[in-house]
């Protein structure tokens, strides 16, 4: 993804500095962690308590997919690109490589006596930098890093900076999305944090996987008048959701026909989905096949994938291209 114009114009003012690991300290404002920090304020934990040690812990946690194999590269060839840090009150916060400075920690704490271990590159940004660009820096480190952004963590922070006074136009504008897009992100986190999440989010595995449930529920007017006429409430969406009444986000656009018809309607209820859509297909035979139904989803998912995602595809993900290249090639001979 191409630089910001936040990036553009700092890195000639950043240049690069050795800097001591005991000065650097990770981000509690890093977006991919969260989701963790709000179960340890949830709990009761205080914001002065939220320790390094409880941030290296789910900063841990949030990147154990691709931690060894990261550690291994560092370990072996050293660090390929340079942390990003600001400085505040003596230390130096990440701003961007948090990740990188706690393998880091473990490489030291591994080679106590090696110098290379000791201090880490970053580029520090000036001092008379702005919270306001600090924020946006966060944002476009995170949408177009390397380790893929959650969509719960990226509507998490849409929302806290649309919180904090930026309109959603401009988030729009720095995210390279519609400004629909944001409303709906920012909708759909609402109504997960306030209503899913406080009754469930302690209960499930990876409850913010759910997000895309949200998504799908404020982002297809049928699906959402649904809700909004009381043919189903919110709290029973969540519910759903939940005990995986529905198996996967996309089907929540089959709601508006399984609750066309009242007999199809009670077996969701009772029953689920899956029984629900066989018994639809016997009502409507145009709904049989399964497989088109998920051939109208597949085509409606790539109608509507968001700018950013489009150049993560055409830039830095070639498998997904490659998948997409097979499925036209599959397509055409099929219907030719």
């Not at 201090?119 to 306001?132: G, K």
């Not at 309109?167 to 944090?193: C, G, Q, V, W, Y």
Request: proline share 5%.
């Amino acid at each position: 993804m191409s630089k910001s114009k936040y990036l553009t114009a700092l890195i000639s003012k950043a240049p690069l500095h050795k800097i001591p690991l005991e000065l650097i300290e990770l981000d509690k404002e890093n977006p991919r962690i969260q989701f963790l920090i709000d179960s340890e304020y949830a709990r009761g934990v205080k914001d002065d308590e939220i320790t390094q040690a409880k941030l290296k812990l789910g900063q841990r946690v949030k990147t154990k997919t691709n931690y060894d194999s990261l550690k291994e590269s560092i370990e072996t060839a050293g660090l390929l690109e340079p942390i990003w840090v600001f400085e505040k009150n003596g230390k130096y916060v990440v701003i961007e490589g948090n990740t990188r400075k706690l393998i880091f920690d473990e490489l030291y704490d591994k080679y106590p006596h090696d110098t290379e271990w000791q201090t880490i590159e970053a580029r520090i940004l000036p001092p008379d930098t702005s919270e306001e660009v600090i924020a946006f820096l966060r944002l476009e480190f995170h949408l177009g890093g390397k380790q893929p952004w959650d969509p719960y963590e990226r509507a998490r922070y849409l929302y806290t900076l649309n919180q904090k006074g930026y309109p959603t136009a401009r988030l729009a504008r720095e995210t390279r999305s519609k400004e629909t897009e944001i409303k709906n992100d920012l909708a759909a986190f609402k109504i997960m944090h306030d209503h899913f999440l406080a009754k469930y989010g302690d209960n499930l595995d990876n409850p913010v996987s759910k997000y895309s449930y949200f998504v799908e529920l404020v982002g297809k007017k049928k699906v959402r008048n649904l809700e909004i006429t009381r043919v189903f409430s919110i709290d029973d969406f969540c519910r759903w959701v939940a005990e995986e009444r529905i198996p996967r986000a996309i089907d929540v656009r089959d709601l508006p026909e399984i609750f066309s018809n009242e007999e199809v309607a009670k077996v969701f209820k009772d029953k689920g989905y899956e029984t629900a859509m066989d018994l639809l297909a016997t009502i409507k035979p145009d709904v049989a096949s399964p497989l088109f139904r998920d051939v109208e989803k597949v085509i409606d998912q790539l109608q509507n994938l968001r700018q950013y995602e489009i150049n993560l595809i055409r830039e830095e993900e070639p498998a997904k291209k490659d998948l997409l290249k097979k499925l036209i090639v599959v397509t055409k001979s099929v219907v030719e």
